[in-house]
């Protein structure tokens, strides 16, 4: 998969203020949200941002959606940058970019019918008769797999899986280009996230849709990533194409994400490893690698930070046990 | 591993919700018995009755809706569906004890952590003396491998991670050495690291207390990591249940097949994930017949006239399907 760029993300930084003191108005520091991030999607692929709590991935997928202004940096989606469009242009964007979020519970208002809510993108960005969003309608509930007379009922007739069905038609019925999926199977039973996965790439095959996904499971990922980016405190440490990664995973913290899916049979449970539990604070992150309180490799030049050395399909690892050599590195990764 | 002395046993248990819509058939005659040291697995689809099974043991259903209708729940020889409120008060965290499928419902914002822990002591050992109660909430915070221990005692809920925040929830239900603990779904809110941790700890404590752990989930990567049998619920029912790897070797319930089936694989790249079609059916009527049977590959005509009892399969392996032997 080498298709055109759709997205481009270029060094992207989002600090949070965060405020102390009794009144609650002086600044206490700032969390380093998302820092210094670089990825591309291409045109009819998937990247997913993988990582524990709190890494930053909602905030680069609010970054994404406009729903934040970045600190520093960056996002270009098809050649235009999305935080400084004119308001045809914000127009123009609503209609590209679409979003389907975790809770199938909450997204949905519960006072408006199923075909209102799936219509209501089109409704908003785009003037057309009565009958041809009807019609619409009637298309993409074909497409997620319900049944066009359903468009009459209500969200809490429906099951937690079929929600996100209608999550998704309201997110494809604009035909966008990128559809930012964030962790949109997590709140659903096993079996239910089989037939949402299976139908995300369907999708992705007829209409060439390209996907941002985040997750905190590598597990959850491998059936439909082309790209993964794998995230540890605002930074992205390791990104790779799908079979480079779970063939080949390098960073010390991709392989404590392998190492922390729970196993496929009791045979495989393995005995606990004794790393160390917590997360540092992203307002006061470890100098140099930011894993390194975690990670069972670390020596003394892990408090400098690591190069970012180039791997092989175009991915890349930030760690000091992969010193970069000349012509792979694209230089040090920012501090 | 347990050396299967019975702590708790369940016989016919029928809990129903009675609603405007109609009767919700939620536990709808279900039978196990829980071994001393042993951790049951429950599993099954959203919906499937596992927190009112749970809630029904510890005699917290939803009131007025919810009414526990027949059968039994023996605990160390003494029926708990009996008791009187006042008595069952005075087991519930001493001998059985719960962790709530959301954490928040456990841990009141107002009070720290200290105060909180200090009170789940209290309520069970009220002869104690303020510092023998504050090593008791001390050495439970160590039990769960709390960092720092009596730093955390003047923390308030919100000022702990999520991981943190279940470590003190964990450390209240364990507090009065129950006999029994049961933990709903502690993990699903969970990332994989934290998750992977919590059930490890879960172990840690049963290895030291022999506490018997009935854990609900509908992932079957928590059953691999943590249980030693497994009990699969479909629509208000026990379909099968067995010990865990001739559950996993030797499934004989399509259901259970299908639910192996559909889990996301790391090692393998599948073009396409094996999902069940169709939804589970409402709990006000259920079909007559095996529940499974609109959405069963094989099942006949017999499968939707009459309900398969549960029958032994293999030795502790039990299944509640009219073809089990053409499952696999
Ligand atoms: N508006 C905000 N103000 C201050 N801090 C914020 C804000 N939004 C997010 N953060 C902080 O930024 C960090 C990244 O948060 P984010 O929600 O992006 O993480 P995440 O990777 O999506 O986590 P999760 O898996 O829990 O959803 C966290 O430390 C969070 O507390
Ligand atoms: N308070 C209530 N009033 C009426 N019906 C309820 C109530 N709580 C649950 N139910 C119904 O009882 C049935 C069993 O629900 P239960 O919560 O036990 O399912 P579960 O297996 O725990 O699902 P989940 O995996 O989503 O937690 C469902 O049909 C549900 O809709
Ligand atoms: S750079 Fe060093 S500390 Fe960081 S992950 Fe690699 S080995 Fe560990
Ligand atoms: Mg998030
Ligand atoms: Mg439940």
């Known amino acids: 998969m080498s298709g055109s760029t759709l997205v481009e993300v270029e060094d992207l930084s989002k600090h949070f203020r ?12 700032h969390v380093r949200a998302v820092d210094g991030v670089s990825f591309r999607i291409g045109a009819g692929e998937t990247l997913a941002l993988v990582g524990e709590s709190g890494c930053g991935k909602t905030t680069i997928s609010r970054l994404m959606l406009r729903l934040e202004t ?49 219509a209501e993108p089109l409704v908003v960005n785009e003037r057309l008769s009565r009958t041809r969003v009807r019609l619409r309608v009637a298309d993409m509930m074909g497409l997620v797999g319900l049944q066009p007379w359903q468009a009459r009922l209500f969200p809490h007739e429906f099951s937690g899986g079929q929600r996100q069905r209608i999550a998704l038609a309201s997110a494809l019925i604009t035909e966008p ?17 089989a037939q949402v996965m299976n139908l995300l790439k369907d999708i992705q095959r007829e209409r060439g849709t390209s996907f941002l996904l985040i997750s905190h499971d590598l597990a959850s990922v491998r059936y439909i990533a082309h790209q993964v980016a794998v995230m540890y405190l605002g930074e992205i440490v390791e990104q790779a194409t799908a079979d480079e990664i779970y063939e080949r995973p390098r960073h010390p913290y991709t392989r404590a994400l392998f190492d922390a899916i729970l196993p496929a049979h009791p045979d495989d449970r393995r005995p606990g490893s ?37 791997l092989p399909g ?4 930030a760690c000091h046990l992969y010193p970069a050599t000349a012509g792979s590195t694209k230089g040090p990764v920012r501090q | 591993m347990s050396t299967m002395e019975p702590v708790l046993t369940v016989d016919g248990l029928r809990t129903h919700l009675f609603t405007r819509w109609g009767t919700t058939r939620a536990v709808d005659g279900v039978s196990f018995t829980l071994h001393r040291g042993e951790t049951l697995g429950i599993v099954g689809e959203s919906g499937s ?101 009596e730093r955390r005692l ?134 007559p017949g095996c529940r499974f049977a609109p959405r069963c590959r094989l099942a006949a005509e017999r499968c939707t006239a009459e309900y398969p009892e549960l029958t032994a399969v293999a030795p502790g392996h039990e299944t509640a399907c009219w073809r089990w032997e053409e499952v696999s």
Not at chain 1, 18 to 29: D, E
Request: with cysteine; proline share 9%.
């Open chain 1, 314 to 317: 175009g991915g890349s690892v």
């Open chain 1, 18 to 29: 965060v405020t102390g003191g009794p009144l609650g108005v002086r600044t206490a520091g």
């Open chain 1, 177 to 193: 280009d990128l559809v930012v999926l964030d962790e949109p199977v997590s709140a659903l039973d096993v079996s239910v996230q």
């Open chain 2, 154 to 287: 003047r923390d308030y809920p919100h000022e702990l991670s999520g991981g943190m925040k279940q470590r003190i929830v964990g450390a209240m239900a364990i507090s009065a050495d129950p006999r029994v603990l049961i933990a709903d779904e502690p993990t699903t809110a969970l990332d994989v690291t934290t998750q992977q941790r919590y059930l490890r700890l879960l172990r840690e404590i049963q290895r030291e207390t022999g506490v018997a752990i009935i854990l609900i989930t509908h992932d079957f990567g928590v059953v691999a990591e943590a249980c030693d049998r497994v009990a699969v619920m479909y629509a208000g029912r026990i379909v099968e249940q067995g010990p865990v790897r001739e559950i996993f070797d030797r499934p004989r319930h399509p259901y259970t097949r299908a639910l192996l089936d559909s889990r996301p694989r790391r090692d393998v790249r599948l073009d396409r994930l094996p999902s069940i079609e169709g939804s589970p059916p409402s709990l006000v009527d259920p079909p």
């Open chain 2, 49 to 149: 009755g596992k927190s009112m099974l749970a809630l029904s043991l510890v005699r917290l259903t939803p009131e007025p809706a919810a009414r526990i209708l027949a059968g039994s729940v023996v605990l160390d020889g003494t029926d708990l569906l009996t008791l009187s409120e006042k008595r069952m008060r005075k087991l519930r965290g001493s001998a059985i004890s719960m962790i709530l499928q959301d954490p928040h419902q456990s841990l009141n914002p107002v009070f720290t952590v200290g105060n909180q822990l200090a009170e789940a002591v209290h309520v069970h050992r009220p002869e104690l003396a303020a510092a023998a109660v504050r090593e008791r909430v001390l050495d439970g915070l160590r039990k769960v491998r709390m960092p720092a221990p």
């Open chain 1, 70 to 118: 970045p600190t520093t940096g960056a996002i270009t989606l098809a050649g235009r940058d999305v935080h400084r469009l004119d308001r045809a242009g914000v127009r123009w964007f609503r209609r590209k970019v679409q979003a389907v979020f975790q809770d199938p519970w909450a997204s949905l208002s519960p006072r408006m019918r199923v075909g209102d809510i799936i």
């Open chain 1, 274 to 310: 004794d790393a160390a539990d917590e997360v540092p604070s992203p307002l006061n992150p470890p100098s140099g690698c930011r894993f390194r309180t975690r990670c069972p490799h670390a020596t003394d030049v892990c408090g400098h930070a690591p190069p970012r050395t180039a």
